[in-house]
């Protein structure tokens, strides 16, 4: 059978510079799941955009051949390419907000397509069978949808309309390009277990572009595995994941986090933050004539950190865990209950305990990228958190700027822009401002969720060494529970606003016994493949 894809010593690069893809050769069948993984700047998403001749300003396809059903379509003239893109090979791209235009609703979106690669239809024809694929995504107000504008929609729900719309056309090839980053483990699994049985119900080749082992394991039929450029190593996905023969591979299996006993370390003592009883609620606006309508995000919650302690908070978009660490660094006002550190109340506290408690908490943001001020180099940045420290010189200032960026591994990295760096390298710039002012405690919102498994697990790895050299206490917010069980001594689960459970991390994640904790764990791929309990069958049956 010839594959609906072929593509065969693919070179990619800068004219008359480095190759950024070098020799990359591979093939999809219809029907089959085949995925590319990799570090970023591995090459992978360069290899999908190449497909459809959509290469970044300053790179250029260099020798190779690419074949669609057959037909050479490396060179095709840009009436060829605008007939297949939509057409007959569709894509979802890594982040649907920046994907999807903010100012046109969705249907006149997804009706545009159409109207270009089905110029018979009618406009009423077309209507139809958007809703059609909305509803076939697990969208049941596909109607209203329609009318509705991306940013009135979660991250997940945004997801499904990016697959409804490259799927409208009945492609014969997927391009999925980091379709779940940033999605929680229920949403993931429900976009792709969406995705991979639509396109199996079409016959529809999908190419699968991640960094994410779990979900290659759990989804995709083949693998391929991309090195800065080269392929190193491709097969059936049992076989690279079960038995890894290059260094590289081997070097990404193990990135994936393994359980880590904590029975022996538990933190003692009065606790540095107690929260009790909080609640949150936000206006939500109705529209230009609607009536607006109170949102509680936060119903009754309590927990406790104590001193030298891991507390992670997981859930589902829309949970309240990251509004739960807003509201304990004072950034939302809560409408009840109370917090205290070190045993003084925040909420009634006056301006000089503040000022201590900001001086003691920290925080290191989801996108370390948004949070770092691009226009200043690394080392002002980390010093900018001793500003308010005039006791210190500008020598010890920048004493201690040198050493905190030494402990992180970024030694001689002052003079460096934000954008100069990886994405793992700017989030240790984030840690380094967090730690510089030495606090007690540590909020962490998200800090590895857009990050490569290798560059998870140094930061990991880096978060749990600083922990103990410096004692400090640590709410880790998080989305991925195979980190959480390798970073956290307790765990607590959120739904709705509300605590569902929580305990010591092996008792909860042993022995789950709130369904909504169950399916968390169930769903992700992650947490199954590093116990070592995902089943690799389970891919081609889907």
């Known amino acids: 059978m010839s594959a609906i894809l072929d593509i065969a010593g693919l070179k990619i690069g800068v004219p008359e510079g480095p190759l950024v893809v070098d020799d990359v050769s591979l093939s999809v069948q219809a029907g089959e799941v085949v995925a590319v993984v990799g570090e970023s700047g591995s090459g992978k998403t360069m290899v999908a955009r190449s497909i459809l001749g959509l290469l970044p300003p300053g790179l250029v396809r260099g020798e190779g051949a690419i074949r669609f059903k057959g037909e050479s379509i490396e060179a095709a003239p840009w009436k060829r390419m605008r007939a297949l893109r939509g057409g007959e090979i569709g894509m979802v791209f890594q982040e649907p907000m920046v994907s999807l235009n903010p100012a046109i609703r969705i249907g006149r979106q997804m009706e545009e397509g159409l109207a270009i690669h089905r110029p018979k239809m009618g406009r009423e024809e077309r209507r139809c069978l958007c809703a059609d694929m909305l509803r076939r995504v697990g969208i049941e107000d596909a109607e209203r949808c329609l009318m509705a504008f991306p940013h009135e929609f979660s991250g997940g729900m945004r997801q499904r309309v990016m697959i409804a719309m490259a799927l409208a056309c009945r492609p014969k090839l997927l391009i999925a390009d980091e379709p779940t980053t940033a999605l929680d483990s229920l949403t993931q699994r429900e976009v792709l277990d969406l995705m991979v049985g639509l396109t199996r119900e079409m016959g529809t080749a999908v190419l699968l572009i991640t960094h994410d082992l779990g979900v290659v394991a759990r989804y995709s039929q083949r693998c391929v595995v991309l090195e800065k450029g080269k ?120 301006r000089a305990a503040l000022h201590r408690f900001r001086m003691n908490c920290q925080l290191i943001s989801q996108d370390p990228y948004s949070s770092l001020d691009p226009r200043m180099r690394v080392g002002a940045i980390v010093e900018e958190a001793l500003r308010l420290l005039p006791a210190l010189s500008p020598a010890e200032k920048q004493a201690r700027v040198t050493d905190a960026l030494a402990e992180v591994g970024l030694s001689g990295y002052e003079r460096r822009f934000p954008h100069q760096l990886s994405g793992g390298q700017r989030q240790r710039v984030a840690i380094a401002r967090a730690l510089i002012r030495e606090p007690a405690l540590v909020i962490a919102d998200e800090p590895i969720s857009a990050l490569d498994m290798t560059i998870q697990k140094q930061i990991l790895d880096l978060l749990g060494q600083l922990q103990r050299q410096r004692g400090f206490s640590c709410l880790f917010i998080s989305h991925d529970l195979a980190a959480v069980r390798q970073i956290a001594s307790r765990v607590i689960v959120m739904q709705e606003g509300l605590i569902v459970e929580q305990g010591e991390t092996e008792a909860v994640f042993g022995r789950p016994r709130h369904p909504y904790t169950r399916a968390l764990m169930e769903a992700s791929p992650a947490l199954a493949l590093s116990s070592r309990t995902l089943d690799f069958a389970e891919a081609s049956t889907r």
Do not use: C, W
Request: glycine fraction near 16%; hydrophobic fraction near 35%; aromatic fraction near 4%.
């Open 231 to 350: 392929l190193v190593e491709a097969g059936a996905t049992a076989q690279i994941i079960g038995n890894p023969q290059h260094p590289y591979t081997q070097r990404l299996i193990d990135a994936i986090p393994r359980p880590e006993p904590h029975g022996g370390d538990q933190a003692t003592g009065a606790p540095i933050l107690a929260v009790e009883n909080i609640a949150v609620s936000f206006t939500r606006r109705g529209g230009l004539f609607g009536r607006s309508s109170q949102m509680q995000a936060l119903k009754g919650v309590s927990l406790e950190v104590r001193p030298g302690e891991t507390v992670a908070v997981v859930g589902g978009s829309g949970s309240g865990k990251t509004t739960l660490g807003r509201t304990i660094l004072q950034l939302v006002k809560p409408s009840g209950g109370g917090i205290a550190f070190r045993g003084e109340p925040l909420l009634t506290a006056d």
